[in-house]
């Protein structure tokens, strides 16, 4: 069988020469994680991988880890631990479970670790993969909004390089490569504007999860994929575009564009605006994280801008979709105010999701979480990584008050 046949198949990946860059991947068996293997798997020669994680689905996991010939696959949830074993047996494939297990395989030696764990569960396995100095390809958003100056001060402390996967920051990092800070006016977001765009607030109140969960353009995990219809993935987008890059919260702007075809502008002092486009489609800034700054193949649908004809934007409405304005408060508040927006937020997606609260609620939950927090005094600089994840603790508990009033 020819070598491209063997990639597209089941069969394992060849194995890999002294120069293949060694890779592991948290939240190998999400959607990131399987475009990030998808991209790996193309390329066998060129990656080896080392780990592989997830949470559940130990089955799917083994599958990975043996096409792939990772060392070591590890489940999160110790539950799921005889089965990840049974899977893996024989195949040379070592099997851990259990929180501290994940953190250990982070640690290890590798080139680049793809840190798409979704949540805040992601923080510590993620500030592990820190401490081995090397390249994070940071999918895991929640973990810069939640931990912010903690993470990017760990980052520097440990020597390790930041970059960037979430699509919008992938592509301001390749605008912005090599701009002196003082030339930057402005960095634009772009946000598709979700499935609920043009929905009026009745409708918005009695929007289904089914509904929710189908986004016009891009193909994610539930939970980014709720963020997205609220707008509260732009949110958190905004809170870590401000860590990645050096501007001011005032200078990030964030535009409705329906298409999703151009993911950033940088507005630059000499009127010189600069835009990233690329269908939606991961692959592309996945494989900017891997190979930057050189350039890899991705097999991705190519830009037909005549095919294509408009692009269009608009603002975007604050009053239907207040998650953009909490999250600029909360950035504006500082301290650990992002830590509880997320937290609350991932508690009420959650709720969302097993219908115990409407869509407009995910709002009115992070707000009055925020609300409730900053009376308790619990708003203020995260001196460690424990500070972040007490906050985030309590935005869960306080939230849950708010979910269960709403029941
Ligand atoms: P997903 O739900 O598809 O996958 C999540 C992965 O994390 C799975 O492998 C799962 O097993 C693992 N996981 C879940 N809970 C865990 C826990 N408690 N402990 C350890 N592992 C756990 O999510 P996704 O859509 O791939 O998103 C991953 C991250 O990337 C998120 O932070 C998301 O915001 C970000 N992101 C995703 C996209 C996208 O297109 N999917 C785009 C930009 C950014
Ligand atoms: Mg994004």
């Given amino acids: ?16 020469s002294g120069s293949a860059r060694r890779i592991s991947v948290l939240g190998a068996t999400g959607s990131i994680g399987t475009s990030t293997l998808d991209l790996i798997g193309r390329d066998a020669e060129g990656f080896e991988v080392v780990a592989l994680t997830a949470q559940s689905r130990p089955e799917e ?23 990840l074993k049974a899977a893996l047996s024989g195949t040379g494939v070592e099997a851990a479970a259990g929180a501290q297990a994940l953190c250990d395989v982070a640690r290890e030696d590798t080139d680049c670790v793809m840190a798409a764990i979704v949540g805040a ?10 401490a081995q100095g090397r390249r994070i390809a940071l999918a895991n958003k929640e973990c810069l909004v ?10 520097a402390r440990q020597g390790a390089e930041l970059v960037p996967v979430d699509s919008e ?20 977001l772009t946000a598709s504007g979700g499935p609920f765009r043009l929905w009026d607030q009745a409708a918005l109140e009695a929007a289904k999860p089914e509904q929710a969960l189908k986004h016009p353009n891009w193909s994610m995990g539930d939970k980014i994929t709720i963020d997205s ?10 809170i870590e575009a401000f860590h990645l890059f050096p501007v001011s919260a005032e200078q990030i702007d964030i535009v409705v564009h329906p298409q999703s075809i151009v993911h950033c502008l940088v507005m630059y002092k000499d009127g010189s605006v600069l835009a990233q486009m690329a269908p939606p489609d991961m692959r592309t800034p996945i494989a900017v994280a891997l190979a930057w700054p050189a350039r890899m193949a991705a097999p991705t649908e190519r830009l037909d801008l005549v095919r294509l004809g408009t692009l269009t934007f608009e603002a975007p409405d604050e009053a239907r979709f207040p998650a ?21 937020n991932e508690a009420a997606v959650a709720a969302y999701l097993g219908r115990r609260i409407g869509f407009c609620d995910i709002a009115r939950t992070v707000e009055r979480t925020l609300e409730g927090a900053g009376k308790e005094g619990a708003l203020r600089t995260p001196a460690c990584l424990e500070d972040v994840l007490a906050a985030d603790a309590l935005a869960r508990r306080l939230a849950q008050a708010h979910i269960k009033g709403y029941q």
């Fill in 1 to 16: 069988m020819t070598l491209q046949g063997l990639q597209g198949s089941e069969a394992q990946a060849p194995r890999r």
């Fill in 61 to 83: 996991l083994a599958r990975l880890a043996i096409k792939h010939r990772a060392r070591v696959a590890v489940i999160g949830d110790e539950a799921h631990f005889e089965a």
């Fill in 121 to 130: 569960a992601g923080l510590r396995p993620t500030f592990a993969a820190i």
């Fill in 146 to 155: 939640s931990a912010g100056d903690v993470f990017t001060a760990e980052i």
């Fill in 169 to 188: 920051h992938s592509a301001a990092f390749q605008l912005l490569a090599g701009a002196e800070p003082g030339s930057i006016e402005k960095i634009v």
């Fill in 229 to 238: 219809a609220t707008l509260m993935n732009k949110g958190l987008e905004l």
């Fill in 324 to 344: 953009l304005r909490l999250a600029r408060e909360a950035l504006r508040c500082g301290g650990t105010a992002p830590a509880v927006l997320n937290g609350a």
